[in-house]
């Protein structure tokens, strides 16, 4: 064919095929005016904060332009936005330091999630059966202000929410104290009221711990995942690189005590298996040694210490040896230690320890974010024992999912007579609710974290939204000031909206502060320089305070060793933490980094304990405890005692989108309800549980490491 | 002269934590396959955590390897591609050219390293997950094989970045997604040509070792053993 008869029948195929679209108008793509001014394939970046957990890490939104189909009055078509694309750490910030975990990484799928609610919604089913219909905005406010009026007790109204210290928060709890209710309750599954309790008894101050990893040169874990999950894990990760290799010819040694191996143990020198609920003793036993005139640790010798935990009184003698030679030492706790019965005992265990290396001459290498304790308090999570509401506000918390059936916060919440939820999901909890009144995500809406850890210097992080909303949804504090104004008798909210909340936290930090949330996303000052608050400077541990006289106190556990003969450990997930980001495909799909499992729930029994009980992997294993019973296929691993199982929290919701609804299996749900005897917060790792096996691998556990990747897969069958 | 771009990973201070995984997913349009897909082995990450038990308990020990392309400098894919979709570039990355790729799947049977990926369905991102997409780096739909490209879409921006100001790159200025987003800084990516870049002072270190040295694929990857004292 020659060139121009090509030309020529290309133009008219192409001419006749645009015309055949054009009589059909379902293959019409209407394109409508952008709202925006868009500079196609230019990217612009916008700083904003991280949402995922209470570290706050700062975040830098890569924005460009994108089609996004959407309606116009009644006519369906695309819409160029201005669309974030990608989440980096923000290089100054001085949490993260550039630097982002998996879930934060995830966090944009929040936004862009195919199964979020799109706009305000009514019940229209029976109470958890998660039917809902669409209602305005203007009608979901009414409605929340009118049953809010109809109340004939204000302290009947109910505000459970996630206890991340933040302004967003402060209005909240504003709006509460305000309308006459009570403060909000903090409901968090792996919350750390203990270590706070704890460290307001040892340094005065209410709060996590912010850890100086870099300058260590010998730390040693009492079962916190400071690595993975736990408290300030990005900033607390780059702290343990720095300690590893970033000193030239210095390396930090770094030891983890805990019945099962978490990914900190993971990368531990030693791993050292200490029985549940006695790793507190085995510091005590190490204070010992450093300390061997002090009275208060008198009865903690090696062999006493031994004894009680299964640590080997020689291992404890050489553990003390090496922290004496590797000085500055610095002991991190958290996690399953603080979970027992007998938690703030362990608390108050390693805060000794911790004392009695400060008082050796070095630097304490703990400290606390100043100002971060400048929030008011929350009601702890044990007030949802006791939940009796006529109105309950959902926030960004899921108890149903996260409380042991004992709590009975299910039959609880079936009770209260109407029920609001701010969720982006219909999760387990929001099922239950009458009204959904969705929130913006965080790149749609104002943002702001306060965090209690992770940096020596005050940080206070904001920033405004990043891109347009993409649906019909509101920033549940500007729902809330607004809900204040349409009351009978309104409530006068010191802000008008949550920005300007934002805004008047920051003008009281100083001048400047505000300037610096469009520049990076917040406010950061050295120790000293400018403080937020009256108790801001760290305290260490005092070397003169004497060390108090401390009593081991053994754990309780729930079912008798004769009949549920395994301590049972649920711990946080690393794509899922507490379950809270189960419904992001790509955190679904990331292999579990000791086991590469993806898109499962497992059981992990010691290889020794899995062959009395003829378990191999990925049999389907029944674990039984005295509430109740759930199935799960087997994972073996070396790195747990044979007396344990454990568990990843993280799937077996009931509901929470099409990526996590009714997968896999939730260990809270066998979970006594057990709590610390001091601070009454849940003892999640004081549950004992029998084991079976029940049928061959059913292919529920999926693995991607094992199998060539191009043959298929077969189950290995008995 | 030309940059030959490498990497360097600190084993003792990579904790496993996965952040480089889904870096990965968000900066190169990675798709999730699903469970179902996943159970039979189609799960796609360019690049992976390895772990592996040492000892039994109690003495067990866990060691994390993060494993992604080694832009082999005589890599076995190559030259099993019939259509040259599989190829050197100048800059030393083994590149895969999509258009060109017609997914005899001979390269992944050849590569030792099992960091190849076939697309053996079109990828789906249920609406709106679409809007995520990065228009810098191509979709790949069902048929090609995709892999780790050191995020070749960074490198080349950052290099019209530097023609267009007139300063010459310097080290660091380049990152990957993955290098970018590890915490613990036991990423290092740079020109191995420069002697003085930081990944050719790690490559060099006594502690560095090749994966699957034996088989002279000549990777770019350096592993630098963890350091341990116990």
Known sequence: ????????????????????????????????????????????WKPSVCPVCSAGCGLTVRIMDADFETMRNGQAGVVAIKAAKKLEGQPTHPINQGALCARGQAAIQLTYHPDRVTQPMKRSGTRGAADFKPVSWDEAIAELAGKLDGLSDRKALAYITRPRRSRRLEVATEFLTRFGAPAPIGFELFGNEVLRKANAASFGREQLPTYDLSSAMFVVGFGADFLGTWNSPVAQTIGYGQMRQGRAGMRGKFIQIEPRMSLTGANADEWIYARAGTEGVVALGIAHLLAPNNSGLAGFAPDAVEKVTGVAARKIERLAREIDEMKPALAIVGGPTLAYTNGSFHARAVNTLNAVLAGSGHASGIGFTPGADAVRPLRPSADLKNLSAQVLLLDDANPIYGTPKGWGVRDAIAKVPYIASFSSFIDDTSAHADL?????????????????????????????????????????????????????????????????????????????AW???????????????????????????????????????????????????????????????????????????????????????????????????????????????????????????????????????????????????????????????????????????????KIARVGDADGSLIMFAGELREEPHHHHTR | MAARWGMAVDLDTCTGCGACVTACHAENNIPTVGPEQAAVGRAMHWIRIESYWDGEFPEARMKFRPVMCQHCDAAPCEPVCPTYASHHTEEGLNAQVYNRCI???????????????????????????????????????????????????????????????????????IKPACVQSCTAKALVFGDLNDPESEVSRLSRSPRGSKLLDDLGTLPKVTYLAKQSLA
């Not at chain 1, 009144?437 to 809406?445: K, M, N, Q, S, V």
């Not at chain 1, 020794?608 to 509430?627: F, H, R």
């Open chain 1, 436 to 512: 959904i009144l969705p929130d913006h995500t965080f790149l749609e809406g104002w943002t702001d974290s306060l965090p209690e850890s992770g940096s020596m210097l005050a940080v206070a992080s904001a920033a405004g939204p990043v891109m347009k909303p993409l649906y019909q949804t509101r920033s549940t504090p500007d729902v809330l000031i607004e809900v204040a104004a349409k009351l009978k008798t309104p409530i006068a909210m010191p802000w008008k909206t949550y920005d300007e909340a934002i805004k008047a936290g920051f003008d009281k930090i100083g001048p400047t």
């Open chain 1, 1 to 44: 064919m020659e060139r121009r008869d090509f030309i020529k029948l290309t133009a008219i195929t192409g001419t006749s095929a645009a015309l055949t679209a054009c009589g059909n108008p379902e293959h019409q793509v209407i394109r409508f005016v952008p709202d925006e001014d868009i500079v196609p394939g230019i990217a612009e």
């Open chain 1, 515 to 689: 300037d610096d949330v469009a520049k990076q996303g917040g406010h950061w000052t050295a120790p000293g320089a400018e403080r937020r608050s009256a108790s801001d400077g760290a305290r260490p541990p005092s070397p003169q305070s004497p060390v108090p006289s401390l009593q081991f106190v053994p754990p309780q556990f729930d079912g008798d060793v004769a009949a549920y003969p395994y301590y049972f450990q649920p711990y946080p997930s690393q794509a899922f933490n507490d379950g809270s980001t189960a419904h992001l495909p790509w955190l679904q799909e990331m292999p579990d980094p000791m086991t590469s499992a993806m898109w499962s729930s497992w059981v992990e029994i010691n290889p020794q304990a899995a062959e009395k009980l003829g378990i191999k992997k990925g049999d389907v294993v029944e674990i039984t405890s005295s509430q109740g019973s759930l199935r799960a296929p087997a994972v073996l691993s070396p790195g747990i005692g044979p007396d344990m199982v454990a568990m990843p929290v993280g799937q077996g919701h009931e509901t929470f989108t099409r990526y996590a609804s009714k997968r896999g299996a939730n260990p809270v749900t066998i979970l006594a309800p057990l709590t610390d005897t001091e601070t009454g917060a849940l003892a999640w790792a004081a549950t004992r549980v």
């Open chain 2, 103 to 173: 997914g005899t799947r001979y390269c992944a049977n050849a590569c030792p390293y099992n960091v190849r990926f076939f697309e053996f369905y079109n990828p789906e991102w249920p609406k709106p997950l679409q809007v995520q997409l990065n228009p810098d780096v191509s979709v790949r739909e069902v048929g090609v094989m995709e892999k780790c490209t050191f995020c070749v879409q960074r490198i080349t921006a950052a290099q019209i970045d530097a023609k267009a100001e007139k300063k010459p790159l310097k080290d660091g200025d």
